[in-house]
């Protein structure tokens, strides 16, 4: 992903290192893959991401300790 930046960014008057690349995340409220028109301006969404020893809270919109197994 860094290196489809620099590219989109090749012709700027500055041109953008790889080493300068900073990643950015957001969190989206989509809820199904179906409901996603089109990608963003930049970047990409990614879905289906595991978690191993937290979990994602959706009313809090964070990351939470995961439950005990049982």
Request: with cysteine; hydrophobic share 35%.
């Amino acid at each position: 992903m860094k290196q489809e930046v620099c590219r989109k960014h090749q012709k700027d008057a500055q041109k953008w290192a790889l080493d300068d690349i900073v990643y950015h995340t957001e969190v989206t409220n989509y809820e199904k893959v179906e409901a996603v028109k089109s990608g963003p301006a930049e970047g990409c969404y990614v879905h289906g991401l595991f978690l191993e020893g937290g979990a994602w809270s959706k009313d809090q919109a964070m990351l939470v300790e995961s439950e005990p197994k049982t």
